[in-house]
C-alpha cells in the first residue's frame, strides 16, 4: 500500500474497537491506513470524546426524532467530505438506510459479539450464553441490507467456561474482536480477495 487508505469509523458508545484500530494504525500492524473521520449518532458517546483526544476528526450527527434517510444523508456526505475508502461500523447500533449501503458497496464493514448466523442483533453475547453454547466468538462482515447478515471476512472463536457468566463470555470476545477487526480490515484493504456467493476467498 503506497498512500494511506482512508478509514471512517462510526461508533455509539464505548469505542473499544476503534481505539484497538487507531492502536493497530499506531504500532505498525495497520501501517496502511488512517483514521480520517470519527462520527457518532450520540453526542456523548466515550468513543467520541476518546477520538477528540487522539486529535482524530470527531463528529456528532444526532439522530434524535430525524428519519433515517435524513440522518444517513447527513452521515454520507460527511463519510464523502473525507474521501473515506472503508467504513467500520464499531458498535454502531444503528440501522443504515438502503441508500447508505448502496452508495458504499463493499465498503462497509461491521464487527459483531457472536458466531453469526447464530444471535444477531441485540445483546448477543447474552443471547449465547443463556442458549447454553460451547463455543462462541464474534464475526467481522460486509454490511448489507439485512441485520448482521452481509459476506463473513473472519471468524474468532472462544471457550465458554463453566464458571462463566454473560459479562465473562462478553470480556473473552471482546478480546478477540480487537484482534480480528484490524485483521478484517487488513484483508479487506489489500484488495486481495474476491467473493463467491457469500464466500469471501482471499487470493495471492
Ligand atoms: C462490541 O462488542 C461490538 O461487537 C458490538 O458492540 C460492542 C461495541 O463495543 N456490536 C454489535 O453488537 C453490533 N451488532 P465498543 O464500543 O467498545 O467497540
Known amino acids: 500500500m503506497s498512500e494511506h487508505q482512508r478509514l471512517g469509523?462510526?461508533?455509539?458508545?464505548?469505542g473499544s474497537n476503534f481505539l484497538?484500530?487507531?492502536?493497530?494504525?499506531?504500532?505498525?500492524?495497520l501501517a496502511g491506513a488512517k483514521i480520517v473521520v470519527v462520527i457518532s449518532n450520540k453526542a456523548d458517546a466515550p468513543g467520541l470524546a476518546a477520538a477528540r483526544e487522539l486529535d482524530l476528526n470527531a463528529v456528532a450527527i444526532e439522530a434524535c426524532g430525524r428519519k433515517r434517510a435524513e440522518h444517513d444523508a447527513e452521515i454520507i456526505a460527511c463519510l464523502r467530505k473525507h474521501e473515506v475508502d472503508l467504513i467500520c461500523l464499531a458498535g454502531y447500533m444503528r440501522l443504515l438506510s438502503q441508500e447508505f449501503i448502496a452508495t458504499f458497496p463493499q465498503r462497509i464493514l461491521n464487527i459483531h459479539p457472536s458466531l453469526l448466523p447464530a444471535f444477531p442483533g441485540l445483546d448477543a453475547q447474552q443471547q449465547a450464553f443463556d442458549y447454553g453454547v460451547k463455543v462462541a466468538g464474534c464475526t467481522v462482515h460486509f454490511v448489507d441490507e439485512q441485520l448482521?447478515?452481509?459476506?463473513?471476512?473472519?471468524?474468532?472463536?472462544?471457550?465458554?467456561?463453566?464458571?462463566?457468566?454473560?459479562?465473562?463470555?462478553?470480556a473473552r470476545i471482546l478480546e478477540q474482536e480487537h484482534i480480528a477487526y484490524s485483521e478484517a480490515i487488513e484483508r479487506v484493504l489489500s484488495g486481495k480477495f474476491r467473493i463467491?456467493?457469500?464466500?469471501?476467498?482471499?487470493?495471492?
Open 9 to 14: 469509523i462510526l461508533l455509539s458508545g464505548r
Open 20 to 29: 484497538a484500530i487507531a492502536d493497530a494504525i499506531a504500532s505498525g500492524k
Open 148 to 170: 448482521d447478515h452481509g459476506v463473513i471476512v473472519l471468524q474468532k472463536t472462544v471457550p465458554v467456561l463453566d464458571g462463566d457468566d454473560a459479562h465473562t463470555l462478553a
Open 196 to 204: 463467491l456467493g457469500r464466500r469471501y476467498l482471499p487470493q495471492n
